[in-house]
C-alpha cells in the first residue's frame, strides 16, 4: 500500500470519522477551473482526491460523469494534462490523488511507462475500472514497482470467492459499489450496505470505501458507521454542471457543498 493510504486512513481513524473521498474529473470545465476546483476540495475536509481521467467511452460511469468526461475533451483535456494537473497539486498538498482511470488509456501510453509517470506526478494510486484482477497481472507488477497503490471494486452481487482474489490483489483500499448500475447521485443507500461491507471485512484487513449514490450528510453519517470511506462524485460534478454559465464561481460553490455534506 502506498503509505499516503495508510496514513490517510489511521488519521481518520483516530479522529473517529470516515475518510472523505471526493470524485471530480480532471479537466472540468476546463484545466483552470478544474485545478482551483481541486485545490477547493483539498483545503476544505478532503482526505484523498480521486481525479477521473477523461476518457470517450465511461462505461462505468451515469450520465452526470459521462458528461463531465465529454466536457473536459471538448476543452482540450489530454491524460498529458491530467498527469500535468496531479503534479500541481502535490506541490501544494500531501493527501493520496487517485487515478480513477479505463486501462486503454493505460495500455494506449505502455503500463510501465504510465506507471513511472503516475508516480512522478505524485498519483498514489490507480483504479482501472475495466480490469479485473485476473487481467492486472503486468498492472499490478508494475503498479507494485513504482509503489502505487492498485484499488478493486467490489458490488453488492459479488460472491465470497471473488471477494477474497480481489482482496488479494487490493492494495489502497476496497471500492464497495452500494448499488448496482453505474454512477450517480440517489435519495436513499440502498439496503444491505452494513451486511455488504462485513463481508468484505471477512476477507480483508483493507480499508472499505463506499460510493455511488451519496449525496446527503446522512449518507456520510450512515456509511461512516460502516465503513472507513465515503466516496462522493456526482453530487459534487453537479456543482460544475449546474454553474457553467459562471465558471469562476465554481471553486468557491465546490467549497460549499463540500460543507454541506460534511455537515459543516
Given at each position: 500500500?502506498?503509505?499516503?493510504?495508510?496514513?490517510?486512513?489511521?488519521?481518520?481513524?483516530?479522529?473517529?470519522?470516515?475518510?472523505?473521498?471526493?470524485?471530480?474529473?480532471?479537466?472540468?470545465?476546463?484545466?483552470?477551473?478544474?485545478?482551483?476546483?481541486?485545490?477547493?476540495?483539498?483545503?476544505?475536509?478532503?482526505d484523498i482526491l480521486e481525479l477521473g481521467v477523461p476518457f470517450s467511452d465511461p462505461v462505468a460511469d451515469g450520465p452526470v460523469n459521462q458528461r463531465a468526461a465529454l466536457r473536459a475533451l471538448n476543452n482540450g483535456m489530454t491524460h498529458a494534462k491530467a498527469f500535468e494537473l496531479a503534479r500541481e497539486?502535490?506541490?501544494?498538498?500531501d493527501q493520496p490523488i487517485v487515478f480513477y482511470t479505463y486501462y486503454n488509456m493505460i495500455h494506449a501510453l505502455g503500463v510501465d511507462a504510465y506507471c513511472?509517470?503516475?508516480?512522478?506526478?505524485?498519483?498514489?494510486?490507480?483504479l482501472a475500472l475495466d480490469c479485473p484482477p485476473e487481467e492486472a497481472g503486468e498492472l499490478l507488477a508494475e503498479c507494485k514497482r513504482h509503489e502505487l497503490s492498485t484499488i478493486f471494486i467490489v458490488a453488492p452481487t459479488t460472491p465470497d470467492a471473488r471477494i477474497s482474489l480481489i482482496a488479494s490483489h487490493a492494495s489502497g483500499f476496497i471500492y464497495y459499489v452500494s448499488r448496482l448500475g453505474v454512477t450517480?447521485?440517489?435519495?436513499?443507500?440502498?439496503?444491505?450496505?452494513?451486511?455488504?461491507?462485513?463481508?468484505?471485512?471477512?476477507?480483508?484487513?483493507?480499508?472499505?470505501?463506499?460510493?455511488?449514490?451519496?449525496?446527503?450528510?446522512?449518507?456520510?453519517?450512515?456509511?461512516?458507521?460502516?465503513?472507513?470511506?465515503?466516496?462522493?462524485?456526482?453530487?459534487?460534478?453537479?456543482?460544475?454542471?449546474?454553474?457553467?454559465?459562471?465558471?469562476s464561481s465554481i471553486p468557491a460553490k465546490m467549497r460549499e457543498q463540500l460543507k454541506f455534506l460534511l455537515g459543516k
Open positions: 500500500m502506498n503509505d499516503r493510504f495508510e496514513k490517510t486512513f489511521a488519521r481518520c481513524a483516530s479522529e473517529k470519522r470516515p475518510a472523505f473521498i471526493a470524485y471530480v474529473c480532471a479537466g472540468d470545465p476546463n484545466y483552470a477551473i478544474s485545478l482551483d476546483i481541486c485545490r477547493e476540495l483539498l483545503r476544505n475536509g478532503t497539486l502535490r506541490k501544494e498538498f513511472r509517470t503516475a508516480q512522478a506526478s505524485g498519483v498514489s494510486g490507480i450517480g447521485t440517489r435519495d436513499t443507500l440502498s439496503d444491505g450496505l452494513s451486511e455488504g461491507v462485513a463481508r468484505i471485512k471477512a476477507h480483508t484487513a483493507l480499508p472499505v470505501a463506499v460510493g455511488f449514490g451519496v449525496s446527503k450528510p446522512e449518507h456520510v453519517v450512515e456509511i461512516g458507521n460502516a465503513a472507513e470511506g465515503v466516496i462522493v462524485g456526482s453530487a459534487l460534478v453537479k456543482v460544475i454542471e449546474n454553474n457553467l454559465n459562471d465558471p
